[in-house]
C-alpha cells in the first residue's frame, strides 16, 4: 500500500507535524479519528496554520505522481518529496489507553469514549493524541448504552462499564527497498460509566417537627434498591420506586434541626444525587389568621349580642343558649418560622395572664387539639343566663403554647381580651401586644 505523511513547521519556536492518510489512498483498516491533529481526508490543511511551510512526501507505487513542486521523484517505485530524506512511514502508535476511565453522567447526558495513544515517526517527538475506538458495548444498558464508536448515552442511576476495541497500527522501514511495513494489534479498553439520578422536586416540601411524613420525591434515574437522605434528623423509609417518582416516609425526630434539608437519592452503585431540592422541617412559630369568608373575613367573625338566643362557634355549633351576652369569633392557622401554614395536627394550651376585669378572675388553662387540614378557632364571649342583664366585663392576655415531645413552643402574638360591656358598648376586642414574627 501507500504511505503518506505531512508536517507542518512553524517557525522560529515550533514545528507541529500533521500526520495523515489521503483520502485517495487511505486504508479503510485504519481507524477513524476525531483529534484536531488527525483528518479523515488527505487533502485538507488545517485552517489554525497561519505561516511556516508545509512537507509531504509519499511512498508505495500505486500511487506514483503527486502534484506539486518536489525535490525526490521516482515515478517507478512511487516516490515524491518535498525534501531530500523521503524515506519516512506514517505515525506509528504504541501505550493506547481507553479515554475517560471514569466519568460521571446526569440522566440523559451523552459523552463520548475513545482511546489515547502515544504517536510518533522519524520527523517528529512522541506525543499523545485522540482517537477513536469502535465495536463499543455496555455492560448495563439499564444504567447507560454505547454506540459502535463510542458515544454513551447514561439512561438511569448506577455505574457500568463501557468497553471498546482500538487498533494500533506501528510502520517500519524496510531497507534497502524503503517500502514501509504495516502491523496493527487490537487492544481492548475499558472506561466506567457512573450516572447520577436527578431529583427536581418533592411533594410536600414542608413537614412539622415530630411528625412522619409522607412524600413524593419526583426526579428520574431511580432504580429498585436506591435509598433516601435528608440529612440529621430525618430517617426516610422508601415504600416504592419507578424511574421517576420514589415514595417514602420522612420521620422527623423531636430534635431534628428546622429549616431545609437536602433531599439525596443514592443508587445501590454509584454517585448520588446532587441537585439543590429541599425538605423544609417546620417549627411551631405563630398564629397567623385565617380568612373563612362566611364566618370569619380575615379571621375575624362578626360581634354576637343576643338577647335570650345562642351564641355561635366557627362551624355554627351552640355555645351557649338562651343567654344574653356578647361573643366574636376568631380564626386562624398555626405557622412555621417562615410564616408558612403548617398542615399537620397538633395539641395546643391556652394560658391566661394580668386579669383586668370588673369582677371575674382569669379562665382556667386548658388543652385542645387541631385536626389535619383544620384551622384553630377561638372564642371571645361573656353571657349570662336570659332574663338577667349583662353588666362588666373581662380583660387578661391569652398566650398559645404548642408541645412536641419534651418541647413547648410558645406562639406568637400574644394577645390582650376585652370582653363584656364596657362603658356602656359591648366590646369582644383582641389586641396584640407581643407581634413576635408578623406575616
Known sequence: MAAFSVF??????????????????????MPNTKSTKYLNSGNVIPLNVERGQ??????????????????QVNTVRGISSTYACYNCCPDSMTDSAPIPLFYEFDVGQQHSYGFTAEVSNCYRLPGRSQFDGYDWFSSDITVGT?????????????????????????????TPTATCDRQVITVPGTGEMQVRPRVTS?????????????????????????????????????ISITRSQITADFMIATNATGGNHRVIVSPVRGPASIDSVNFFVQIP???????????????IGPLQTPV???????????????????????????????????????????????????????PSTFSSQVPANRILGDINLRAVPY????????????????????TTYTLTPKFHIEVGRK?????????????GHTH
Do not use: H
Open 8 to 29: 507542518v513547521k512553524r517557525f522560529p519556536f515550533q514545528s507541529l507535524n500533521i500526520p495523515f492518510i489521503p483520502q485517495a489512498i487511505k486504508n479503510p483498516t
Open 54 to 71: 508545509i512537507g509531504w512526501s509519499m511512498i508505495g507505487a500505486d500511487n506514483n505522481t503527486m502534484s506539486g513542486r518536489s525535490e
Open 146 to 174: 454505547i454506540d459502535y464508536y463510542g458515544l454513551a448515552t447514561a439512561i438511569d442511576g448506577g455505574t457500568a462499564s463501557m468497553t471498546g476495541y482500538f487498533d494500533e497500527v506501528s510502520w517500519t522501514m524496510i
Open 202 to 238: 418533592i411533594e410536600p416540601s414542608r413537614g412539622l417537627i415530630g411528625n412522619t411524613i409522607r412524600v413524593t420525591i419526583n426526579g428520574s434515574g431511580f432504580r429498585s434498591g436506591a435509598t433516601v437522605s435528608a440529612g440529621t434528623g430525618i430517617s426516610a423509609s422508601v
Open 285 to 299: 412559630t405563630s398564629l397567623v389568621p385565617f380568612n373563612a369568608p362566611n364566618v370569619a373575613p380575615n379571621g
Open 308 to 362: 335570650n338566643g345562642n351564641i355561635l362557634g366557627l362551624s355554627g355549633q351552640v355555645l351557649a343558649s338562651n343567654v344574653t351576652g356578647v361573643a366574636r369569633n376568631y380564626a386562624f392557622t398555626l405557622a412555621d418560622q417562615e410564616g408558612q401554614r403548617i398542615f399537620e395536627g397538633f395539641t395546643f394550651d391556652e394560658s391566661f395572664s394580668d386579669y383586668c376585669g370588673t369582677d371575674g378572675s382569669l
Open 387 to 406: 332574663p338577667n342583664e349583662l353588666s362588666g366585663y373581662d380583660c387578661f392576655d391569652q398566650t398559645f403554647l404548642v408541645k412536641i415531645g419534651n
Open 423 to 435: 362603658d356602656g358598648q359591648l366590646i369582644a376586642n383582641r389586641t396584640i401586644i407581643q407581634p
